[in-house]
C-alpha cells in the first residue's frame, strides 16, 4: 500500500514536469515576438536587444526553460501584459472562484446521481431508467456553453428568478455564499457545471448497482429475507469506492468545463481569466492560468488514486 | 460538455459459435446494424445534415454574411427570413446552413488527422515495446493531464483564432487519446500467436504491422474515433464561442451563439438556435458511435 | 516406433546437407532468463528461469517428444527454437549449420526449415483474414507471387483434408477446432519445412478429432519427409507419437530416451510421478493417492540442489544440496536412456544410488505400475 502510494507520488513528478514543458511550449507556439508586443513600435532595436537579454530571450531554449521553470517553482509566474500585474495573485484569487462552485457543482452530481442511478438500476426499463438514458446522451453530447444559454434565457429572462451573470454588487470581495442574496449568483452556473458530470456518474452508478445487483450472493441475501433497503444500502457502499474515483475524474473535468460556463455567466473565475487573456492576448496570463489549472487536475488525479487505493482493499496495485 | 472518454474496445476473444450465412467480419456487422433502428434513424440524420451542409450555397435563400440594419432580429417564422435574422440582420437559415459546413468540417478533419497520427504512433508504441513504448506512451500522459477543454483553450488560445489553427488545435487535443487506444489493441494482437506465425514465416515488421496488426487494430480504433467526432465538434463550437474559431463574417454554430448572447433578452429563441444544431447533431454522432461500437462487438 | 536409428529416411532428401546420420537440429546449453520487474523504478528484481541450459538432438526423420506440466518452459523452448525470442545463451545447429552466425544458417533458411503449429485457440489463425490467406501469406513473404501462393494454399488445404472450394474463403470463427488445427498446419507447411514444432497442436481437441489429427500427421510426416518436436502435456498423446521422449521440470530436462524405455521403465521419480498420474485416469490402473501432489514450485526461485526435492518421495540430504547431473545428451547415443537423479548415478550419495560395479535399476518401478 505505501509502496503503492509512494510509487504514484514518484510518477506525478514527471507529469508535472511534462505539464510544465507544454505551458512553457505555449508561449513558443505563439506567433509574434514578446518583446515587440511589450514595447513600443518606435523602441530603438538596441533598446529591444537589451530587454530581449534581459529577460533571457537571447539564451537558447532550454535555457530559457529551466529560468521559468525556476521563477515558477519560486511563485513568479511572470507579468500579465494587460494590467501590468503579477500573474500568480490574480490566477490564484480566481482560482478560489472556480474551485468553490466547481466543487459544489460535483458534489450536488454526486449526489444527485447516485439517487437517480439507484432507482434507474432497481427499477430497469421504468420512466426514471429511460430518463437516466436520455440524460446521459444529452449530458455527453450538451455544449455547456449553451445549456448556459439555455439557462439565462429560462430562469433570469423569462422567469426572472435569478440574476443572469456576475457576482454581484460585491464582487468576489465579499461574496459570502451562506447569504442567498449572494448564493443567488452561483445557482446558474452551479447547476451548468453539474449537470454534464451528472449524467455521466448517472449511468455509471446505474450499471454497477445492477451488476453488484445481479450477483449471486445479493441473491441470497434477498432469499434470507434481508430487506429491500438492507440490500440497496449494500450495494450503494459497495459502489463507493469507484464512485469517489469517478467524482474526483470529474472534477478535474469540471474545472476545464468552467472555462466556457464562467465566460457565460462572467462569473469571475479561472475561466473569464483566460477568456480575457484570449481576448487581449494575453499570454503569460493565459500561461499561469493554465499551469495552475492543469497542475490542480493532477493533484486532484493523485489525491483520488492514493484515497482510492486507502478506502478499496481490493485494489492491491505493486 | 463532457472530456473525451477512456477508450473502450471489443476485447472478447471468446470463438463465435454458429457460423452465419454472411461472410467476414463487415458482413455480421452490418446485419447487426440493420436491426438498431435508433443508430439507422442518427445515420439518416447525419446523412441530412450533412447534404444540408454541402449543398448549403445552393439551399441557403440568402447571403449568410450580408447584414441589414432594418432587419435585426426577426423572429422565428418571418415571412421572409424563416429561421429569424441575427443581431445584424443576417438570415439565420442561411447562417445555419452555411455554419454547419465549419462545425461538420471540425468534427470531421481533426479526427481523421488524429485518427492517422495517434493510430500510427499507438501502433508503434503497442507492436515494439520497451522503450519505444515507454517514450510514446508517457508523453501521451503529459497531454492526458489537461482535461481536454483545457489543452483545446491553452493551444488554440496561444496560436491565435482562424480555421487552420482551430484544426491544428483539435488534431492536438484527439491524438492522445487516439493513441492510447491504439497502443492498446496493438499490445494485445501483437501478443496473439498468429503474428508469431507470421514472424516465423519471416515477414518483415513493415508487413505485420500492415498485414496482420492494422486489420485487426483498425475497427477497434475507428470506433473509438468516431466517439470523438461530437466531441471534436463540442470543442470546436466551444473554440469558436470564446473567439478561437472562424472570423467574424463568416458564419459558424459556436460565433453565432456567442454573438446572439446579447440578444437573449429579445429573441430568446432565435439565439438557441445555433446551440441546438450543435446539440442535434453532436447527439446523432453519439449515438450513432454507440451503436458502431456495439455492433462492432461481433466476435470474429 | 521402437528402433530410433531406422527412422531415419531411406530415401535422400534433395535439401540435406549433413548426410541421414547429421541430426536434423542440435540445440546447446540454451537458456532464457525472463527478467521480473518491480519496485519504485521497476528495476529487475529476479528472474524466472523458463528454459535453464538444456542440451538435446532431433535425428532426420524422427519425432522427439516434450512433455511436462504447464509452465514448465515448453512454450518458451519452442518459442527458443523458431527465434521468436531471443536466447540468452546457446546455439543452435540446423543440419550441420550453426544457426545466425555468418558462415551457418541464415534466419531466414531457418525460417524455412523450422516452421511451428500452434495450440488451436482464438488467437492461432487472423480472425480477419481467410483461411486461405493466412496460408498463402508464408509463401508471399518469401517471394512467391500473389496468384501461386494462393494455388499453393489451395494445394495444402487439400492436403490437409479440407475442400479449398469449400473452405478456402471462409475466416477462423466459421472452422471447428479440428479443422482450424488443420489450417494451422497447412500454413505451417507453407514453406515446405523440414522440422515442425508442434507445441501442444492437439491439446485442445476432443479425442476423437485428436486421433484424426495425429493421424493426419503420421502421413504427412511420411509423405513430406518431415521431422517432429511435438510438445504435449498429455503423455498419451506422446507416448502415441513419439521415438523418443524429453522430460522437463521447471525448465530443466530431468529425463531423456526412447519412448518405450521412458514409459515402461522410468527412471526420475517425476516422470514416474507423471505417468502414475496420467494412468491413474485409467479405471484398471488407479492408484490409491496421486503420486504428484501439490503444484510445481515457483520457477522464479527453483528449489536449490535437485528441483525435484520439493515433491520428491525418495528425496535425501544430497538431493537438496548437489543438482544431479543429466549426463552429456548430446554424446548420448539415441537409444540411450538418461535421468538428472542421484539415485540413478552410482556414487552420488543417495542411498538408492547403485552400486558403481553393479547396473542401474530404479527400484521403484513396481510401486508405480
Ligand atoms: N514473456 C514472458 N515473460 C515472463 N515470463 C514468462 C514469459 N513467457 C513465459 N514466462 C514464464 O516462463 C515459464 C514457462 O512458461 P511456458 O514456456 O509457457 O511453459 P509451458 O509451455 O510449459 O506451459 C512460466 O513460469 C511463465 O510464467
Ligand atoms: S535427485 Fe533426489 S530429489 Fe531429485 S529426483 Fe532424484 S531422488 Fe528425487
Ligand atoms: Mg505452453
Same mark, same amino acid.
Given at each position: 500500500?505505501? &509502496? ?26 505563439a ?19 537589451m ?43 480566481? $482560482? ?13 452530481? $454526486? ?31 450538451v ?11 429560462f430562469f ?31 445557482? &446558474? ?31 441470497t ?18 459502489? &463507493? ?16 468545463g ?36 492543469a ?24 | 460538455m ?28 452490418w446485419n ?9 434513424f ?8 450533412v ?20 432587419n ?6 418571418h415571412?421572409? #427570413? ?28 481533426p ?10 504512433f ?12 515507454m517514450?510514446?506512451m508517457r508523453?501521451?500522459?503529459?497531454? #492526458?493531464? #489537461? ?21 491544428i ?93 446579447q ?33 462492432m462487438?461481433?466476435?470474429? | ?19 541421414p ?52 518452459? /515448453? ?7 523458431m527465434?521468436l ?21 541464415? @534466419? ?8 511451428m %503449429?500452434?495450440?488451436d ?9 481467410p483461411i ?7 509463401? /508471399? !513473404? ?17 492436403? !490437409?483434408?479440407l ?11 466459421? @472452422? ?17 519445412p ?14 476423437s !478429432? ?5 493421424n ?29 521422449? @524429453? ?23 517425476y ?15 488407479r ?12 520457477? %522464479? ?16 540430504? %544430497? ?32 542411498s ?17 505400475r
Amino acid at each position: 500500500m505505501w &509502496m503503492y502510494a509512494l510509487r504514484r507520488l514518484i510518477l506525478t513528478i514527471p507529469i508535472l514536469l511534462g505539464v510544465t514543458i507544454i505551458c512553457f511550449a505555449l508561449v513558443q507556439i505563439a506567433p509574434g515576438d514578446p518583446i515587440t508586443s511589450l514595447v513600443r513600435p518606435d523602441t530603438p532595436p538596441e533598446q529591444i536587444a537589451m530587454l530581449r537579454a534581459y529577460y533571457g530571450l537571447d539564451q537558447p531554449v532550454v535555457v530559457q526553460y529551466f529560468m521559468w521553470l525556476w521563477r515558477v517553482l519560486q511563485g513568479n509566474f511572470g507579468t500579465s501584459i494587460a494590467n501590468n500585474a503579477p500573474v500568480a495573485a490574480e490566477v490564484m484569487r480566481a $482560482f478560489a472562484n472556480t474551485i468553490v462552485i466547481a466543487l459544489i457543482s460535483v458534489v450536488l452530481a $454526486f449526489i444527485v446521481s447516485l439517487i437517480l442511478g439507484t432507482i434507474a438500476a432497481l427499477r430497469q426499463g421504468g420512466i426514471v431508467d429511460r430518463l437516466v438514458t436520455a440524460l446521459a446522451v444529452f449530458g455527453i453530447s450538451v455544449p455547456t456553453f449553451w445549456l448556459a444559454v439555455v439557462l439565462v434565457i429560462f430562469f433570469a429572462v423569462n422567469l426572472n428568478w435569478l440574476p443572469a451573470t456576475g457576482m454581484g454588487s460585491g464582487g468576489s470581495d465579499t461574496f459570502n455564499y451562506f447569504d442567498w442574496n449572494d448564493f443567488k449568483f452561483a445557482v &446558474m452556473p452551479i447547476i451548468a457545471l453539474a449537470l454534464p458530470p451528472l449524467a455521466i456518474m448517472t449511468r455509471t452508478t446505474r450499471a454497477s448497482i445492477s451488476e453488484i445487483l445481479n450477483q449471486d450472493f445479493i441473491q441470497t441475501l434477498r432469499a434470507k429475507g434481508l430487506s429491500e433497503f438492507a440490500i440497496i444500502t449494500h450495494a450503494i457502499r459497495n459502489i &463507493m469506492p469507484s464512485a469517489v474515483a469517478m467524482l474526483g475524474l470529474q472534477l478535474g473535468y469540471l474545472i476545464g468545463g468552467s472555462v466556457l460556463v464562467e465566460t457565460v455567466f462572467t462569473w469571475p473565475g479561472t475561466g473569464a481569466l483566460l477568456n480575457k487573456a484570449i481576448l487581449t492576448r494575453d499570454i503569460p496570463l493565459l500561461q499561469g492560468t493554465i499551469l495552475v489549472l492543469a497542475g490542480a487536475f493532477v493533484l486532484i488525479n493523485l489525491v483520488v488514486d492514493l484515497a482510492q487505493s486507502l478506502v478499496d482493499p481490493r485494489i492491491k496495485r505493486t | 460538455m463532457t472530456d473525451i472518454p477512456a477508450g473502450s474496445f471489443p476485447t472478447d476473444k471468446t470463438q463465435a459459435a454458429p457460423a452465419t450465412k454472411v461472410r467476414g467480419y463487415w458482413g455480421s456487422v452490418w446485419n447487426r446494424l440493420r436491426y438498431d433502428y435508433v443508430t439507422l434513424f442518427c445515420l439518416g440524420l447525419i446523412t441530412v445534415i450533412v447534404l444540408l451542409a454541402v449543398f448549403a450555397p445552393w439551399l441557403s435563400p440568402m447571403d449568410p454574411e450580408r447584414s441589414s440594419m432594418a432587419n435585426r432580429l426577426r423572429p422565428i417564422g418571418h415571412a421572409k #427570413f424563416t429561421l429569424g435574422t441575427d443581431e445584424q440582420g443576417r438570415d439565420m437559415l442561411s447562417r445555419l446552413l452555411w455554419g454547419g459546413r465549419v462545425s461538420l468540417l471540425m468534427g470531421i478533419v481533426p479526427v481523421i488527422f488524429a485518427t492517422l497520427i495517434g493510430g500510427t504512433f499507438g501502433i508503434i508504441a503497442g507492436y515494439y515495446g520497451g522503450k519505444v513504448n515507454m517514450v510514446i506512451m508517457r508523453t501521451m500522459d503529459v497531454f #492526458f493531464a #489537461f482535461p481536454s477543454v483545457l489543452l483545446a483553450v491553452a493551444i488554440a488560445g496561444s496560436l491565435g483564432g482562424g480555421i487552420g489553427n482551430q484544426m491544428i488545435t483539435l488534431t492536438v487535443v484527439l491524438i492522445p487519446p487516439i493513441c492510447r487506444v491504439a497502443e492498446t489493441a496493438t499490445a494485445q494482437v501483437r501478443s496473439l500467436d498468429f503474428v508469431d506465425a507470421a514472424r516465423a514465416s519471416g515477414a518483415s515488421t513493415y508487413s505485420i504491422l500492415t498485414n496482420h496488426v492494422l486489420i485487426n487494430v483498425l475497427s477497434p480504433v475507428l470506433v473509438y474515433s468516431s466517439t470523438l467526432v461530437s466531441i471534436s465538434i463540442i470543442l470546436a463550437s466551444g473554440l469558436s464561442f470564446l473567439g478561437l474559431g472562424v472570423s467574424p463574417p463568416t458564419a459558424d454554430w459556436g460565433l453565432m451563439l456567442s454573438t446572439l448572447r446579447q440578444s437573449i433578452y429579445v429573441q430568446p429563441l432565435v439565439a438557441a438556435l445555433p446551440g441546438l444544431c450543435i446539440l442535434v447533431t453532436s447527439i446523432a454522432f453519439n449515438l450513432v458511435s454507440d451503436g458502431l461500437r456495439q455492433a462492432m462487438d461481433v466476435k470474429a | 516406433m521402437t528402433d530410433v536409428i531406422e527412422t531415419a529416411p531411406t530415401s535422400p532428401d534433395p535439401r540435406d546437407r549433413g548426410g541421414p546420420a547429421q541430426p536434423m537440429l542440435i540445440v546447446e546449453n540454451i537458456k532464457k532468463y525472463f527478467p521480473i520487474r518491480a519496485g519504485l523504478l521497476n528495476k529487475k528484481v529476479a528472474e524466472v528461469k523458463a528454459v535453464d541450459d538444456i542440451s538435446f538432438y532431433v535425428l532426420k526423420g524422427e519425432t522427439l517428444g516434450i512433455v511436462g506440466e504447464s509452465g514448465c518452459g /515448453k512454450s518458451t523452448l519452442a518459442r527458443l527454437l523458431m527465434y521468436l525470442i531471443e536466447k540468452d545463451e546457446g546455439h543452435l545447429v540446423l543440419d550441420g549449420d550453426p544457426v545466425g552466425e555468418k558462415t551457418g544458417t541464415s @534466419l531466414d533458411g531457418l525460417r524455412r526449415s523450422l516452421q511451428m %503449429v500452434f495450440q488451436d485457440s482464438y488467437s492461432s489463425l487472423n480472425p480477419r483474414l481467410p483461411i486461405e490467406a493466412s496460408i498463402a501469406y508464408g509463401p /508471399k !513473404v518469401q517471394g512467391t507471387r500473389e496468384k501461386a501462393a494462393k494455388e499453393q494454399a489451395r494445394a495444402l488445404l487439400e492436403k !490437409v483434408g479440407l475442400k479449398a472450394e469449400r473452405f478456402g474463403q471462409r475466416y477462423p470463427h466459421e @472452422l471447428s477446432g479440428g479443422q482450424k488445427q488443420r489450417v494451422n498446419i497447412a500454413r505451417a507447411l507453407a514453406l515446405d519445412p523440414r522440422l515442425l514444432i508442434l507445441d501442444e497442436a492437439v491439446s485442445a481437441l476432443d479425442k476423437s !478429432v485428436e486421433a484424426q489429427v495425429l493421424n493426419l500427421l503420421g502421413d504427412l510426416k511420411e509423405q513430406l519427409n518431415l521431422t517432429y518436436i511435438f510438445i504435449s502435456h498429455d503423455l498419451h498423446v506422446v507416448k502415441y507419437i513419439s521415438d523418443r521422449v @524429453l522430460v522437463m521440470y521447471l525448465g530443466q530436462v530431468v529425463e531423456i530416451g526412447p519412448v518405450d524405455d521412458i514409459y515402461s521403465n522410468p527412471m526420475h521419480p517425476y516422470t514416474a510421478a507423471l505417468l502414475a498420474c496420467q494412468l491413474s485416469m485409467d479405471p484398471d490402473e488407479r492408484v490409491e493417492s496421486a503420486p504428484l501432489a501439490g503444484d510445481p514450485p515457483n520457477p %522464479v526461485n527453483p528449489p536449490s540442489g535437485c528441483r525435484f526435492h520439493t515433491r520428491c518421495p525418495y528425496v535425501e540430504d %544430497v538431493c537438496m544440496s548437489k543438482m544431479p547431473s543429466l549426463g552429456d545428451t548430446l554424446r548420448a547415443d539415441p537409444g540411450e536412456h538418461l535421468a538428472a537423479c542421484h539415485m540413478v548415478h552410482a556414487g552420488s550419495g543417495h542411498s538408492k544410488a547403485p552400486n558403481p560395479d553393479s547396473r542401474p535399476l530404479p527400484l521403484w518401478q513396481g510401486e508405480t505400475r
